[in-house]
């Protein structure tokens, strides 16, 4: 694939959650492989559609936690219903899921009609760009309906590079609504995160001095439920780590090795656990090794090593001794004589 197109392909992505898990990503990158531009084409504004969906999906869940309705953003697209006119729809008309503002198509409401109301959705972004992306819905409309159409590289360069500055401004306008998605990310049953939102929950993570583990946690749920860079997860696994390490009690333990350590477990690397394996001994009275199942996290940090990092067998060897040393033994039972077979 040519190295430009494959760069703007990643990059527009990025802004996307979804892309991977609804395919569109794989399939833009085949049609693209095999100089199928005008399906490529389609599938680019079908990822760009779905980013949309994504931001007004995050409005919606903003609003529902703050006053426990989720109209404000609805109330924009219900407009469209009745041309402008009060609709006969309830205000609740749109179900909350993250394709609510497919209803619009019983009503006869395409896509251009969604991008027609963005403007009132995201104030700060220039009307302009809107406008471009109605131009770019007419090229995928013709992508669509118009079989012989053999449009070249150029346009499928030409169509990515604008959806990528329209996304841009989109998200720069969103950023603004960040730290609501910040302050609300604990109350909310299930997030979608792009990775330039990452970036953004990433920055406020670092304005707040508080370990804030409860949010935390639900990053970490994100990760593993959502497919992000090894980029991306870099500061997850720190401050994953760190709230592991400082555990203050048993249960506590047990909780943030379940719900931070284990949903990262593919991103860790060798440092990462001899970083484990040293300070867990460092913890305020033992409250890591000495807490019940806590043989379930390391019994998975150390198939990972078995599998990924058989250099760090010896590591585990001096973690066995030191377990024994310090009497900590007891909560091992099946993790020690594994390490005894193979060091055998």
Same mark, same amino acid.
């Given at each position: 694939?040519?190295?430009?197109?494959?760069?703007?392909?990643?990059?527009?992505?990025?802004?996307?959650?979804? /892309?991977?898990?609804?395919?569109?990503?794989?399939?833009?990158?085949? /049609?693209?492989?095999?100089?199928?531009?005008?399906?490529?084409?389609?599938? /680019?504004?079908?990822?760009?559609?779905?980013?949309?969906?994504?931001?007004?999906?995050?409005?919606?869940?903003?609003?529902?936690?703050?006053?426990?309705?989720?109209?404000?953003?609805?109330?924009?697209?219900?407009?469209?219903?009745?041309?402008?006119?009060?609709?006969?729809?309830?205000?609740?008309?749109?179900?909350?899921?993250?394709?609510?503002?497919?209803?619009?198509?019983?009503?006869?409401?395409?896509?251009?009609?969604?991008?027609?109301?963005?403007?009132?959705?995201?104030?700060?972004?220039?009307?302009?760009?809107?406008?471009?992306?109605?131009?770019?819905?007419?090229?995928?409309?013709?992508?669509?309906?118009?079989?012989?159409?053999?449009?070249s590289i150029d346009e499928l360069n030409y169509v990515l590079g604008k959806l990528i500055g329209i996304a841009q401004e989109i998200q720069n306008?969103?950023? !603004?609504?960040?730290?609501?998605?910040?302050?609300?990310?604990?109350?909310?049953?299930?997030?979608?995160?792009?990775?330039?939102?990452?970036?953004?929950?990433?920055?406020?993570?670092?304005?707040?001095?508080?370990?804030?583990?409860?949010?935390?946690?639900?990053?970490?749920?994100?990760?593993?439920?959502?497919?992000?860079?090894?980029?991306?997860?870099?500061?997850?696994?720190? !401050? /994953?780590?760190?709230?592991?390490?400082?555990?203050?009690?048993?249960?506590?333990?047990?909780?943030?090795?379940?719900?931070?350590?284990?949903?990262?477990?593919?991103?860790?690397?060798?440092?990462?656990?001899?970083?484990?394996?040293?300070?867990?001994?460092?913890?305020?009275?033992?409250?890591?090794?000495?807490?019940?199942?806590?043989?379930?996290?390391?019994?998975?940090?150390?198939?990972?090593?078995?599998?990924?990092?058989?250099?760090?067998?010896?590591?585990?060897?001096?973690?066995?001794?030191?377990?024994?040393?310090?009497?900590?033994?007891?909560?091992?039972?099946?993790?020690?004589?594994?390490?005894?077979?193979?060091?055998?």
């Open positions: 694939m040519n190295q430009n197109l494959a760069e703007k392909i990643e990059n527009l992505c990025l802004y996307v959650c979804n /892309a991977k898990k609804f395919g569109y990503e794989q399939k833009l990158k085949k /049609a693209t492989e095999h100089e199928l531009y005008d399906a490529a084409i389609i599938y /680019a504004w079908s990822i760009f559609m779905l980013f949309i969906f994504e931001k007004v999906w995050q409005l919606r869940e903003i609003e529902r936690c703050e006053d426990g309705d989720s109209f404000l953003t609805d109330g924009i697209f219900l407009q469209l219903i009745n041309k402008g006119k009060p609709s006969d729809k309830p205000a609740d008309y749109f179900d909350g899921s993250l394709f609510s503002l497919n209803k619009l198509q019983e009503n006869n409401q395409g896509e251009d009609k969604i991008i027609g109301k963005l403007k009132d959705v995201f104030r700060g972004v220039d009307q302009q760009f809107f406008k471009e992306a109605q131009q770019i819905l007419q090229k995928r409309h013709t992508s669509a309906h118009v079989n012989s159409v053999n449009l306008d969103h950023e !603004r609504k960040m730290p609501k998605v910040f302050e609300y990310l604990d109350t909310v049953n299930e997030w979608h995160l792009s990775e330039f939102d990452m970036v953004k929950v990433h920055e406020l993570f670092d304005q707040d001095q508080t370990d804030d583990i409860c949010k935390y946690r639900s990053v970490t749920r994100l990760v593993k439920i959502q497919d992000f860079s090894s980029a991306s997860v870099d500061e997850i696994k720190e !401050r /994953a780590i760190k709230y592991f390490l400082k555990s203050y009690s048993y249960q506590s333990a047990y909780d943030n090795g379940v719900e931070m350590i284990l949903p990262i477990l593919q991103f860790l690397d060798e440092d990462d656990i001899k970083q484990i394996l040293t300070g867990v001994f460092e913890n305020v009275r033992n409250q890591i090794l000495d807490a019940r199942k806590i043989e379930d996290i390391f019994w998975e940090l150390y198939q990972l090593s078995s599998n990924s990092f058989p250099d760090l067998q010896s590591n585990w060897e001096e973690f066995i001794n030191k377990l024994e040393a310090e009497e900590c033994t007891g909560n091992f039972p099946k993790l020690i004589p594994e390490i005894k077979k193979t060091e055998e």
